[in-house]
């Protein structure tokens, strides 16, 4: 019997999604409430159980840690910036577009919207946070 391997991705999109509308409709000093944080790891680990996890081309070499992105948006008032990165493996995450926090505001004087950044992110009191971040060389 062929197994239909795309049968979670509308499952994973829908909650990607519910996960932007989340941080945009909830008057929260944090961009995600902690259970869509959870919801969204647990349906990864349900699409990787498909071994489709060598498919994202933003990953960067493991040894580094660091993860590509391209800027998006950046609110320097809110201190955040939005970006479309690649899985972020110390987070069980898949490659997705999604806001961050940046735990060095003046790093967002140095991203321009279209720049390709290097970083990692990190879960700091349920806040995603970027808290290394180098531009792309």
């Known amino acids: 019997m062929k197994k239909n391997h795309f049968a979670s991705l509308p499952a994973i999109l ?3 999604g519910l996960a932007l509308f989340s941080a945009h409709a909830a ?9 869509t944080i959870r919801l969204a790891r647990d349906a990864h680990s349900a699409h990787s159980a498909h071994g489709h996890d060598g498919h994202g081309s933003m990953t960067a070499p493991a040894e580094s840690g660091l993860v590509n992105g391209v800027v998006k948006k950046i609110d320097k008032a809110g201190g955040k910036v939005t970006l479309a990165h690649g899985p972020l493996s110390n987070l069980n995450m898949p490659a997705m577009t999604m806001v961050f926090r940046v735990k060095d505001a003046a ?3 140095r991203m321009r919207v279209d720049d390709r950044i290097r970083f990692v992110a990190d879960s700091i009191g349920g806040t995603l946070t970027i808290v290394r971040f180098e531009p792309e060389r």
Not at 27 to 35: E, F, G, I, T, V
């Open 107 to 109: 790093w967002l004087d």
């Open 14 to 16: 829908a909650l990607a």
């Open 27 to 35: 008057p929260s000093s944090a961009p995600y409430p902690d259970s």
